[in-house]
């Protein structure tokens, strides 16, 4: 079956890094991706990963793949206020557009 | 480059009362989909569209629901009669369709039913 799980929340100071895990179940999934959501905004695409990739850097955001455990995380390093939303984890299947998507973690960074 | 809009962004409206939202992908993207979130769980899909055709329309919940994108331009979604289990936030996306190409999301309709 189809399911991306995530925790619901995540505190973090400011200037510190922030890791946003997701479990996946579809061991079929060609890409994942990290959408995040700001207050009153759409979904905003941060990144994506194929699913050979274990790894993709792009200026202070990580995404780890570990394709045996099914696992995603997405680091934010020196996290600002400004990341402050919803950041969601998606898989794409083989075969078709539809996104899978998580619940969705809120991310909230105090001074 | 214009994103991808959708019209209203808010509504309010009682059970069992119609209502019609509205989305405009970006231009040139044959692809347009239709996703829900409801009341703060995973954003679902409902359906997609190449150009004017239903590709995919697997989740949409009943027939209550009905969209159309009619010359494959807009593209409208229509619940009726409207139930207190369909409030959520409507989410529109179009793509070019090319392998991986990305999907482009809008602000989205936050559906209140009452």
């Known amino acids: 079956g189809e399911d991306v799980e995530q925790s619901l929340f995540l505190s973090v100071r400011e200037g510190d890094s922030s890791v946003i895990n997701c479990t996946y179940t579809d061991s079929s999934s060609t890409y994942l991706y990290w959408y995040k959501q700001e207050p009153g905004a759409g979904l905003q695409l941060l990144t994506y990963?194929?699913?050979?990739?274990d790894m993709k850097q792009d200026q202070r955001l990580t995404v780890l793949l570990n394709k045996k455990d099914k696992h995603l995380s997405l680091r934010i390093a020196d996290t600002q206020t400004g990341d402050s939303a919803i950041y969601f984890c998606a898989e794409s299947m083989k075969g078709t557009d539809k996104l899978i998507f998580g619940t969705g973690t809120r991310l909230q960074v105090f001074p | 480059e214009a994103g991808v809009t959708q019209f209203p962004s808010h509504s309010v409206i009682e059970k069992g009362q119609t209502v019609t939202l509205r989305c405009d992908p970006i231009?040139?993207?044959?692809?347009l989909y239709w996703y829900r979130r409801v009341m703060g769980k995973e954003i679902k899909f409902l359906l997609h569209?190449?150009?004017?055709?239903?590709?995919?329309e697997s989740g949409m919940p009943n027939n209550r629901f009905l969209a159309e994108r009619t010359g494959g331009t807009y593209s409208t979604l229509k619940v009726q009669p409207a139930e207190l289990e369909d409030s959520g936030v409507y989410f529109c996306?179009?793509?070019?369709?090319?392998?991986?190409?990305?999907?482009?999301f809008g602000n989205g309709t936050r559906l209140t039913v009452t």
């Open positions: 231009s040139g993207h044959d692809n």
């Open positions: 990963i194929f699913s050979n990739m």
């Open positions: 996306a179009s793509s070019l369709g090319q392998d991986n190409s990305p999907l482009h």
């Open positions: 569209f190449v150009k004017e055709s239903k590709q995919d």
